[in-house]
């Protein structure tokens, strides 16, 4: 069973028809993901030529990390919030930010950290789901 605030995001994101066809990471990866690792997760989105650095391709992060998905890795490089900066430039969006901007407007600042957390558990499940 999905967790009632993960219900509210996909509610508030997609409407409750959308909501009811696909999950929560898959409606989080299209609305915040997809444009640039692609619907498919191989960095091939329609922004990907766009950008300074090709897009991972992110069904192959098990692969890479010996057979293993790396879901804490994957969470943290998405939430972006608690990257060293010393660690170089990121080219990728800090989601963890983004998302807590307007999710704190919606639920105050400790229910907008709860969803923000949720929001990004749920695109790490997503993506991991992707993995071949």
């Given at each position: 069973m999905k967790s009632p605030i993960a219900a509210l995001i996909m509610a508030l994101a997609l409407g409750s028809a959308a909501a009811q066809e696909m999950n929560y990471g898959?409606?989080?990866?299209?609305?915040?993901?997809?444009?640039?690792?692609?619907?498919?997760?191989?960095?091939?989105?329609?922004?990907?030529?766009?950008?300074?650095?090709p897009p991972a391709d992110l069904t192959v992060l098990g692969t890479r990390n010996g057979g293993s998905f790396p879901y804490w890795r994957v969470?943290?490089?998405?939430?972006?919030?608690?990257?060293?900066?010393?660690?170089?430039?990121?080219?990728?969006?800090?989601?963890?930010?983004q998302f807590l901007e307007d999710d704190a407007r919606v639920f105050g600042p400790n229910g907008g950290e709860i969803v923000t957390t949720e929001r990004i558990h749920e695109l790490a499940t997503y993506i991991e789901s992707l993995q071949k």
């Open positions: 898959q409606a989080e990866y299209l609305n915040s993901c997809a444009s640039c690792h692609g619907s498919g997760g191989i960095g091939n989105g329609p922004l990907a030529a766009e950008l300074k650095t969470l943290a490089v998405i939430d972006g919030r608690y990257i060293v900066p010393g660690h170089g430039e990121r080219d990728m969006p800090v989601w963890g930010r």
